[in-house]
C-alpha cells in the first residue's frame, strides 16, 4: 500500500500581479507592493516558482539555490522576499500534490506560521464558523486574519468534528484519515487562529458581535464592500417615497417655521439640557405636540433623482443618511396621546398622517411592556416610536456595509428625537433594544424586508422635583466633574424658566 504525501505549500493569491522591465521586477497585490532589482537572479527564480502554482518551501529554496551564489545569503533574500508578500501568499495543505484546504490572507500584516498542531486536546474556536462561499466550504472568524477554504471532503470533515474537544489521533481514527493529513490540517486551522488555541482575550466579544465589526468596516475581509450597486439591472430600486399603508388616517397638525424659531431656544442650550426623562407628567401629550414633534424629525422635505453617479430616487430630511437613502421609517404605537386612540400607527412622512396599522390591545400591551422593562420597568410611555429599516433601500446600493449604515442612521435619528424633544419641553428617553419580532407581527411587516432598528419613548414632561434642575451626575457614587458639568445644569434651569415648569432630573441616563 503506498502512502501518501502530506505537504504544507505557498503560492500567490488570485489577485497578485507581476511586472517585469529590464531593471526591476514589482509584485502587486492587495495590500501593497514588492519591488527587487531584476539582476536578483534568485528572487527572479523564487517568483516564477510561485507564479507556477502551490510550491513547497523546499521547492522555493531548491529554485533560489540554483541560480547560484552562497546559500546563507540567498536563503537570507529568500526569507525577506516571503516576508514582504505575507500578505500575497496564500498557503495549502496539499496531498499527493491535491490541494486539501487553502489558507488565504485577509490583511497585508498576518504572519502566519504553520506549526505542529497542539499536542493536546483542541476544538474549534468559539469564534469560527463554516459556510459556504461559491463552491467551497470555508472556515473563517470575525477574529481571523485569514479565512480557511476547505477544497476537499477530508478538509470538511476534519473541520466539522472539530467542534468536540478532541485530539489529533483521537480524530485521524473517527474519521479514518491519515493521520499525518489530520496534524497538517489542524495545524493550519490553528496557525489560522481557527481554533480555541488563539482564543485568549477575546472573552469580552461575542461570535455575532465581533464578526459584524470585522465584516461592516474595510481592512479585515476581502468581501465586496461599499457602494457597488450589487442589482443594478436585476432589479429596480425601492421606491424613495413609502407606499401608502391601508388603514383609518388621522392628519397631523402642521407648524411655521417662524413660529418654531421664534420660541425654540438656542441649540447649546437644547444640546446642554438634554437628557433621558423615563417619568411621565400627569397631563398625556398631545396631537399637536406629536405632530409638531414628527413633522420636525421625520417628514419628507423632499424626493429628488436619478442623477449621473446616483441611479435611483433619494430622500431629503430633517437627519441625513448614506446616499440620501431615507431607509429608516417611523411607526407610532400611542399609549396615551390626546385626540389620538389608543394604537399603532405608520407615520406616513409624505402626507405627514398616521395611519393605523394595529389596534389589538393585546399585542399593544405586549410592545409597550417590553419598552417599560427596557428602561428598568419604569412607567409605560405615552407613546413609543419604533424605526424600522427598509433594508432594501440599502442593499440595493450598498455591498457589506449596509446594515452598519443603518443602524449609524438610526443613531443620527436618535439625537435628532432628542434635541427635538428637549427643544419642545417634552420627556425623550432612547431605548437600547426591542423585540424585532413582535415589532413585525404589530406593525405588519415583513421581518426581512422590514424590521425596527430603534426605539425612542416619549412622553409630556414630568412635574419639579425637588430642588430643580442639578448638574448631571450630582450625587453620584464617586462623582467627578471635569469640563463645566455646570452647563448642563445652567442650561435645563434656562429651559424650565423660559417654559414655566422645572424639567424632572431623576430619569437621567447618565450618558
Not at 372 to 401: E, H, I, N, Q
Not at 481 to 494: C, G, K, L, V
Amino acid at each position: 500500500m503506498l502512502t501518501s504525501v502530506v505537504a504544507d505549500q505557498v503560492g500567490l493569491a488570485d489577485d497578485v500581479s507581476v511586472a517585469r522591465t529590464d531593471d526591476k521586477c514589482v509584485v502587486v497585490f492587495r495590500h501593497g507592493r514588492v519591488a527587487f532589482g531584476a539582476r536578483d537572479m534568485a528572487l527572479g527564480a523564487v517568483l516564477v516558482a510561485l507564479e507556477a502554482g502551490s510550491v513547497t518551501r523546499a521547492d522555493l529554496e531548491e529554485a533560489a539555490l540554483a541560480s547560484g551564489g552562497d546559500a546563507v545569503p540567498v536563503l537570507a533574500r529568500l526569507d525577506w522576499l516571503l516576508a514582504k508578500l505575507r500578505g500575497a501568499l496564500v498557503h495549502s495543505v496539499a496531498v499527493d500534490g491535491r490541494e486539501v484546504a487553502r489558507v488565504v490572507p485577509l490583511t497585508g500584516d498576518g504572519g502566519y506560521r504553520p506549526a505542529p498542531p497542539p499536542p493536546g486536546p483542541v476544538a474549534l474556536s468559539r469564534l469560527a464558523f463554516l459556510r459556504r462561499r461559491g463552491a467551497d466550504a470555508v472556515l473563517e472568524s470575525g477574529r481571523a486574519a485569514y479565512r480557511v477554504e476547505l477544497c476537499a471532503p477530508e478538509a470538511v470533515a476534519v473541520a466539522a468534528a472539530l467542534t468536540r474537544v478532541t485530539d489529533v489521533s483521537s480524530l485521524a481514527v473517527a474519521l479514518k484519515l491519515d493521520v499525518h493529513l489530520v496534524a497538517h490540517l489542524v495545524a493550519a486551522f490553528t496557525a489560522a487562529d481557527m481554533t480555541d488555541a488563539g482564543d485568549a482575550g477575546t472573552d469580552q466579544w461575542n461570535f455575532h458581535e465581533l464578526l459584524f465589526h470585522a465584516r461592516s468596516r474595510l481592512g479585515r475581509h476581502d468581501e465586496p464592500f461599499g457602494a457597488t450597486f450589487p442589482f443594478l439591472g436585476e432589479r429596480d430600486p425601492l421606491p424613495a417615497e413609502y407606499p401608502a399603508r391601508e388603514g383609518p388616517a388621522v392628519a397631523l397638525p402642521r407648524v411655521a417655521l417662524d413660529e418654531v424659531a421664534r420660541r425654540d431656544p438656542p441649540l447649546v442650550m437644547v444640546q446642554e439640557a438634554r437628557r433621558s426623562v423615563r417619568h411621565y407628567g400627569p397631563d398625556p401629550l398631545t396631537l399637536d405636540q406629536l405632530g409638531e414633534f414628527l413633522y420636525r424629525v421625520g417628514r419628507v422635505r423632499a424626493v429628488y433623482g436619478p442623477a449621473v453617479g446616483m441611479p435611483y430616487e433619494a430622500l431629503d430630511r430633517p437627519y441625513p443618511t448614506g446616499g440620501a437613502s431615507g431607509d429608516i421609517e417611523i411607526y407610532v404605537t400611542a399609549h396615551r396621546v390626546a385626540g389620538l386612540d389608543r394604537a399603532a400607527y405608520h407615520y406616513d412622512a409624505v402626507a405627514h398622517r398616521l395611519v393605523r396599522v394595529c389596534a389589538d390591545t393585546v399585542l399593544l400591551d405586549a410592545l409597550l411592556r417590553g419598552a417599560a422593562v427596557s428602561t428598568g420597568g419604569t412607567p409605560t410611555p405615552d407613546v413609543l416610536l419604533t424605526f424600522t429599516s427598509r433594508f432594501g433601500r440599502m442593499t440595493w446600493k450598498y455591498d457589506g456595509m449596509a446594515y452598519a449604515a443603518t443602524l449609524k442612521h438610526a443613531g443620527v435619528l436618535y439625537q435628532t428625537c432628542y434635541l427635538v424633544a428637549t427643544a419642545m419641553r417634552l420627556a425623550p428617553c432612547g431605548l437600547g433594544s426591542g423585540d424585532a419580532q413582535l415589532s413585525a407581527r404589530v406593525l405588519g411587516l415583513d421581518w426581512a424586508r422590514e424590521s425596527s432598528v430603534g426605539e425612542f419613548q416619549l412622553g409630556s414632561m414630568p412635574p419639579p422635583s425637588p430642588g430643580g434642575a442639578e448638574a448631571a451626575g450630582v450625587g453620584r457614587p464617586h462623582w467627578r466633574a471635569h469640563n463645566n458639568p455646570d452647563w448642563a445644569a445652567r442650561a435645563s434651569a434656562a429651559l424650565e424658566r423660559e417654559a414655566g415648569q422645572v424639567g424632572r432630573s431623576d430619569g437621567y441616563s447618565g450618558e
